[in-house]
């Protein structure tokens, strides 16, 4: 049974996204990401990787046991809260209805970039998310085998390795870099959205690891994402990176993307407003 709260956003970001619960969790991250990702990094037996629903879609024994690992100690940093994990979804779907929940909810993806990790490369990612009545108050984004680590608080800001991240703007006149999602796990509605990009000015290639991808928006290594699905625990993350970094998300429908799902699809995320409402304007005009 999941709680209900009345408690205000600024509540509780006041009362309970503390300093000291913002460092816990990056404490706990860090912890299950040495426990049980780094040391299979690069050592992983064939019989540890499985495919979900299609091929491309796989899950490792890192996966599952970092999600254990973090559900235990994340619902255990907040009394009432609950944890809606990637892999706890994938074993019943029902799970995730408690994004749509007022109590906090921890939205978790233990491994983002499966398909990186199990490859060897480095590209890959821990993503948390604290979230409540579906606005996302702070996330964390740790990628170990790169040794980086990324902190948002709504009104607060956003941190790498403890330095400010300042999104920034494109360069005026050069090619606006934009990473989307791939063709192959798309819908031919989203395609033809997404065929808007395919214009002077601008740079599309397919995204590696989603939350990697969010991390270069706020970091100004990347102008802009352009993807065509919405499951929360790819973007919760990464979306509040980049709007505490001074960015903007908005979907095709010129509206901000919400975790809680039923947006216009494909949606953007952008080092500014101004080039989001770009983006956004390309994908309604491909569509
Ligand atoms: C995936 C990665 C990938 C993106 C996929 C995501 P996972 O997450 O972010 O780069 O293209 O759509 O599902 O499965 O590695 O956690
Ligand atoms: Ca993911
Ligand atoms: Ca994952």
Redesign the pocket.
């Known amino acids: 049974m999941i709680e209900t709260t009345t408690e205000s956003i600024d509540d509780f970001l006041h009362h309970k996204v503390t300093d000291r619960l913002v460092a816990d969790v990056e404490r706990v991250v860090r912890a299950a990401a040495a426990a049980e990702i780094t040391p299979r990094f690069r050592q992983l037996a064939a019989h540890e990787i499985e495919e979900k629903s299609a091929p491309h879609d796989l899950v490792t024994v890192a996966d599952k046991r970092a999600e254990e690992y973090l559900t235990r100690e994340l619902a255990a940093l907040l009394p009432g809260s609950c944890v809606v994990g990637?892999e706890a979804v994938a074993a019943d779907p029902t799970t995730y209805e408690a994004i749509r929940a007022a109590a906090p909810v921890w939205i978790v993806?233990p491994v983002?970039g499966t398909r990186q990790f199990v490859h060897g490369d480095p590209g890959f990612c821990t993503l948390v998310a604290l979230a409540l009545d579906g606005v996302v108050v702070a996330s964390w984004t740790y990628a170990p085998a790169l040794d980086e680590f990324a902190v948002a608080v709504r009104g607060r800001g956003a941190r790498l390795d403890g330095r400010v991240l300042p999104a920034g703007s494109p360069t005026p006149g050069a090619d606006l870099r934009v990473a989307t999602s791939h063709p192959d796990y798309t819908t031919d509605d989203q395609k033809r959205a997404l065929l808007g990009l395919r214009t002077d000015g601008v740079a599309p290639r397919p995204c590696g690891s989603?939350g990697l991808e969010y991390l270069a928006v706020a970091r100004g290594d990347l102008d802009a994402v352009a993807f065509s699905w919405e499951l929360a625990?790819?973007h919760a993350a990464g979306l509040l990176l980049v709007e505490e970094a001074g960015g903007a998300h908005l979907t095709r429908a010129g509206v901000p993307f919400a975790i809680t799902g039923g947006n216009a699809l494909p949606f953007t995320a952008a080092r500014d407003a101004a080039t989001a409402r770009r983006v956004a304007g390309l994908l309604s005009a491909g569509a």
């Open positions: 990637e993806d983002d989603a625990w790819d």
